[in-house]
């Protein structure tokens, strides 16, 4: 028996691919999100999973000294452990409002039943209706599987002011969301200063991760949230590369 491969109909055009891309690539959606007016509602929202260890950034972290010999022992060494214990957070804040730290129990997998109920509806929209009451505002969530889902968009269509649906957020995006290029290292850097060792159960960690996003400045809040549309336009530049912003 021979079998016939129609050649043509495996044939893929490039100039289809650059179309298609050029509609739903990075660039494109940065340019749908800067021609939204009011950047400044923007609610941007993250999840964040906190392990009870120091954190290391390999390319930021770094001790200046003469000698090696002249760094203390607990400063150069940074000990990792198997089965630490880990808390995830959900948070979200727009330029002038920040929202309480939302703690996801441990174990519970955020699919997106989890999210809508114990994020959105336990949690958003009460305390929006609290922080904005009337006024208008925009949410921001990221690609994430339980943000992306049918049931997630639909809710948010129906429950929300306005939202950034899962067709105009950039994919894989950590550049834009202030949560990842601020927030969350922030609050890495002051678990580290408190000694993190010293630090025995979950309760008390989470308790010094609530006070640490209580306690972050809003005025810092605010600078990471303005330079948005700044990211979105480097973003563009760079043709959907990875950013690098100066100030």
């Known amino acids: 028996m021979q079998c016939r491969v129609n050649r043509n109909a495996l044939c893929i055009r490039t ?3 650059k179309k298609k ?8 959606r940065c340019k749908k999100l800067l021609r939204r007016r009011a950047t400044s509602k923007i609610v941007f929202s993250d999840e964040k999973l906190f392990l009870l260890q120091p954190s ?3 390319q930021n972290d770094r001790l200046y000294a003469v000698s090696i010999v002249d760094i203390p022992e607990d400063e150069k060494t940074v000990e990792r452990f ?3 214990s880990k808390v995830m957070v959900w948070g979200a804040f727009s330029a002038d409002r920040k929202f309480p730290l939302v703690f996801i129990d441990e174990g519970v997998k955020i699919n997106a039943e989890v999210y809508k109920q114990k994020i959105l509806r336990q949690n958003l929209l009460p305390q929006s209706r609290i922080l904005f009451q009337d ?9 994430a599987p339980s943000h992306k889902a049918n049931t997630t968009q639909e809710w948010c269509r129906s ?3 306005d939202f950034i649906d899962r067709d105009s957020w950039p994919p894989s995006s950590p550049d834009l969301n202030p949560l990842d290029y601020f927030a969350w290292g922030y609050m890495e850097s002051k678990l580290n200063d408190l000694k993190i060792k010293q630090i025995t159960t979950i309760t008390t960690f989470k308790k010094k991760i609530e006070k640490i996003w209580n306690d972050i400045p ?3 809040v605010r600078a990471a949230c303005n330079s948005f549309r700044k990211r979105l336009r480097l973003v563009i530049k760079e043709n959907g590369n990875r950013i690098h912003p100066k100030g």
């Open 15 to 17: 100039s289809d691919v």
């Open 21 to 28: 891309d050029s509609y739903s690539g990075p660039p494109c």
């Open 56 to 58: 290391l950034n390999a």
């Open 82 to 84: 198997q089965n630490v």
């Open 135 to 143: 006024e208008p505002w925009v949410f921001q969530q990221d690609g």
């Open 159 to 161: 429950n929300l002011p």
């Open 218 to 220: 809003m005025d810092m």
